[in-house]
């Protein structure tokens, strides 16, 4: 309800009849709301078609407002929380959006494909997803819509997209259940699941490696990656990752599988891409989020913060002039990112500003590294650092219990719930 009347939305559209009641649930609470539409037919609800308008004079005025439009009108508001705090909403202009995802399909880049296809399962109400989508379209792509998160896999199969954009998260459960499955096979088919995975390990885009590493490498994705393909449709060109940070054991196995990912970066301040690993020749370094995109200013402050400026660069925080001005500070936007730039101009991310924190021995710690490097393990689902003026730096960790109970069952322990599971010695 927050956002609702913070943004003081007149008109909301519900799909069906659960996301309808969850609307009127709350409707007293947001006197702002005119009205709820739906997509569905449902009963005792307004149906989006009653919207149309056939008046040939109305439908020549809105013509007529639709070029008064200046670039620079507010043309979306997206609400972030950031680490802390309530939720902010970020004003981006058409020009701020149109910017980055021209600048954003030129840079990787995106060619004019009309015979490819693209799986869409992100949240649309996220910036990433909806500027990934605007350049698909303007690439002349065809978007295909996931039915929901748990048919990624059939759909997958069933679309055989050309690329889609994805998160980290979701990356390490395809990962995750590719690895449960190798655990699963027996002699000689396990030794060569694992051979060729460790071979991926090892895979560098910049060095390539020897002759005898890229001979093995052939056949591995011949007699074990094929498969890998398979499961993510066997047309897969490219897969664009962001919103966090990949894990780079991930992206150094799916590039050797011939399942190309590239890591991008940016926050919806800035539209939101700021640099991009790209598909062009020495465009792309594993553990770094590439390189910045034409059109896109930085510097790096003095404490490593990264600063972006140009003209995807947000109008403001509605309503909350006093957080935009500690945020863009004369013309450049702070990111709240720590980072360093690599030889060949690779930025990399090293930390939240805002997550460092201090032991009471004066210590300061940057808990992304360590949490990143603990999430390589198959074990851990979910991981967070604590210890801001305490003796010692202590982790917050939410197993992975479908791999736990793999495990068990491997080595004979009995369990009844997960609670179990984990006060187990040998747990």
Same mark, same amino acid.
């Not at 060569?192 to 002759?211: Q, R």
């Not at 966090?244 to 991008?264: S, T």
């Given at each position: 309800?927050?956002?609702?009347?913070? @943004?003081?939305?007149?008109?909301?559209?519900?799909?069906?009849?659960?996301?309808?009641?969850?609307?009127?649930?709350?409707?007293?609470?947001?006197?702002?709301?005119? $009205?709820?539409?739906?997509?569905?037919?449902? @009963?005792?609800?307004?149906?989006?078609?009653?919207?149309?308008?056939?008046?040939? $004079?109305?439908?020549?005025?809105?013509?007529?407002?639709?070029?008064?439009?200046?670039?620079?009108?507010? @043309?979306?508001? #997206?609400?972030?929380?950031?680490?802390?705090?309530?939720?902010?909403?970020?004003? =981006?202009?058409?020009? %701020?959006?149109?910017?980055?995802?021209?600048?954003?399909?030129?840079?990787?880049?995106?060619?004019?494909?009309?015979?490819?296809?693209?799986?869409?399962?992100?949240?649309?109400?996220?910036?990433?997803?909806?500027?990934?989508?605007?350049?698909?379209?303007?690439?002349?792509?065809?978007?295909?819509?996931?039915?929901?998160?748990?048919?990624?896999?059939?759909?997958?199969?069933?679309?055989?997209?050309?690329?889609?954009?994805?998160?980290?998260?979701?990356?390490?459960?395809?990962?995750?259940? #590719?690895?449960?499955?190798?655990?699963?096979?027996?002699?000689?088919?396990?030794?060569?699941?694992?051979?060729?995975?460790?071979?991926?390990?090892?895979?560098? %885009?910049?060095?390539?490696?020897?002759?005898?590493?890229?001979?093995?490498?052939?056949? @591995?994705?011949? =007699?074990?990656?094929?498969?890998?393909?398979?499961?993510? &449709?066997?047309?897969?060109?490219?897969?664009?990752?962001?919103?966090?940070?990949?894990?780079?054991?991930?992206?150094?196995?799916?590039?050797?599988?011939?399942?190309?990912?590239?890591?991008?970066? &940016?926050?919806? $301040?800035?539209?939101?891409?700021?640099? =991009?690993?790209?598909?062009?020749?020495?465009?792309?370094?594993? &553990?770094?989020?590439?390189?910045?995109?034409?059109?896109?200013?930085?510097?790096?402050?003095?404490?490593?913060?990264?600063?972006?400026?140009?003209?995807?660069?947000?109008?403001?925080?509605?309503?909350?002039?006093?957080?935009?001005?500690?945020? #863009?500070?004369?013309?450049?936007?702070?990111?709240?990112?720590?980072?360093?730039?690599?030889?060949?101009?690779? =930025?990399?991310?090293?930390?939240?500003?805002?997550?460092?924190?201090?032991?009471?021995?004066?210590?300061?710690?940057?808990?992304?590294?360590?949490? %990143?490097?603990m999430k390589e393990s198959p074990f851990v689902e979910q991981i967070m650092l604590v210890g801001d003026n305490k003796r010692f730096v202590s982790a917050l960790i939410v197993p992975s219990f479908a791999k736990l109970k793999e495990w068990s069952k491997q080595h004979g322990i009995q369990f009844t719930s997960n609670e179990e599971i984990i006060k187990n010695s040998m747990v």
């Open positions: 309800t927050f956002i609702l009347n913070d @943004a003081s939305v007149q008109y909301m559209f519900a799909s069906n009849q659960e996301l309808f009641d969850k609307v009127m649930s709350i409707k007293d609470k947001v006197p702002c709301l005119k $009205e709820v539409y739906t997509f569905d037919k449902i @009963a005792g609800a307004k149906h989006w078609t009653s919207l149309f308008n056939k008046d040939a $004079e109305i439908i020549e005025q809105v013509k007529v407002i639709k070029k008064t439009i200046p670039v620079d009108q507010v @043309a979306t508001f #997206i609400y972030t929380s950031g680490t802390t705090g309530t939720p902010k909403g970020v004003m =981006l202009t058409h020009k %701020n959006v149109y910017f980055n995802l021209m600048m954003g399909k030129k840079s990787f880049p995106f060619q004019d494909a009309p015979d490819q296809k693209v799986l869409s399962f992100l949240p649309l109400n996220h910036i990433f997803e909806k500027v990934a989508s605007y350049i698909y379209m303007y690439s002349g792509m065809s978007i295909y819509y996931a039915e929901s998160l748990e048919t990624i896999g059939e759909n997958l199969k069933e679309v055989s997209p050309d690329c889609f954009s994805t998160v980290p998260r979701l990356l390490e459960k395809m990962f995750e259940k #590719i690895m449960m499955k190798g655990e699963e096979l027996t002699g000689v088919k396990r030794k060569l699941f694992f051979w060729a995975v460790a071979l991926g390990e090892k895979y560098d %885009n910049i060095t390539p490696g020897s002759w005898w590493y890229r001979t093995q490498l052939k056949l @591995a994705n011949k =007699l074990i990656f094929v498969k890998w393909r398979e499961a993510v &449709g066997s047309n897969v060109k490219f897969i664009v990752t962001g919103g966090a940070a990949c894990q780079v054991k991930l992206l150094r196995i799916f590039n050797a599988a011939q399942i190309p990912v590239y890591e991008g970066y &940016g926050p919806t $301040e800035n539209s939101p891409i700021i640099s =991009l690993n790209l598909r062009t020749p020495g465009g792309t370094k594993f &553990g770094t989020v590439g390189k910045v995109i034409q059109g896109v200013d930085y510097k790096l402050e003095a404490d490593g913060e990264i600063c972006v400026a140009g003209p995807s660069v947000m109008l403001g925080y509605y309503k909350r002039p006093d957080l935009t001005a500690e945020t #863009i500070i004369n013309g450049w936007l702070h990111t709240g990112d720590i980072g360093v730039e690599e030889a060949g101009g690779y =930025l990399k991310i090293t930390d939240r500003k805002k997550e460092l924190f201090k032991t009471s021995g004066g210590k300061y710690v940057a808990p992304q590294p360590v949490e %990143n490097k």
